[in-house]
């Protein structure tokens, strides 16, 4: 496998996180090996970082929902065994340096947690229910473990999707 992991930065904000590009590609190249994804010989994945108005133009129009947030993941679609683009994985600074502040966490952890979910989102994970949310929880657990980082979870992705706990 020849993967390639197109990083493009768009907000000046990112500068303050060290080595943004070699993180993208760590993080993907672990979620790769732990989530047994067999992936086209010369696949492509797309990560841009960028700030909250950015993303929130992107929430806006493809979800219908007129806020920032943390991470979104484009899937390609099709096999991703057999398709050459994966698909885009987009993070927004504020964000996701709001969330790591509030919950005592270095940003480039927190960053690594959001690559490794946006990616799953891009081989077809989701946590939609329950079941799907474990195991997608799990997955994130092992390979966050295998780049040396804790597991962030404090409720589940099932639970925070549905507001299960508000």
């Given amino acids: 496998m020849n ?18 590009s070699q993180l993208a590609e760590a993080a993907i190249l672990v979620a790769i090996g732990e989530s047994g994804v067999s992936l086209a010989a010369n696949a492509e994945i797309s990560v841009l970082f960028c700030d909250d108005g950015f993303i929130r133009g992107l929430n806006r129009k493809w979800l219908g929902i007129d806020k920032p947030t943390n991470v979104l993941s484009f899937p390609a679609g099709g096999d991703p065994a057999s ?9 927004a600074f504020e964000t996701a340096s709001r969330e790591a502040s509030a919950a005592g966490r270095p940003l480039r952890d927190h960053v690594a947690h959001l690559l490794v979910h946006g990616f799953l989102h891009l081989i077809g994970h989701d946590h939609a229910g329950a079941a799907e949310a474990e195991t997608m929880e799990a997955l994130e657990r092992a390979i966050l473990g ?3 980082i804790a597991g962030p979870f404090r409720e589940s992705l099932f639970e925070e999707a549905t507001g299960a706990n508000d």
């Fill in 146 to 148: 295998g780049l040396g």
């Fill in 3 to 20: 993967l390639v992991i197109d990083v493009a930065i768009e907000s000046e904000e990112w500068a303050s996180l060290e080595d943004s």
């Fill in 83 to 91: 398709a050459p683009l994966i698909g885009d994985i987009v993070i």
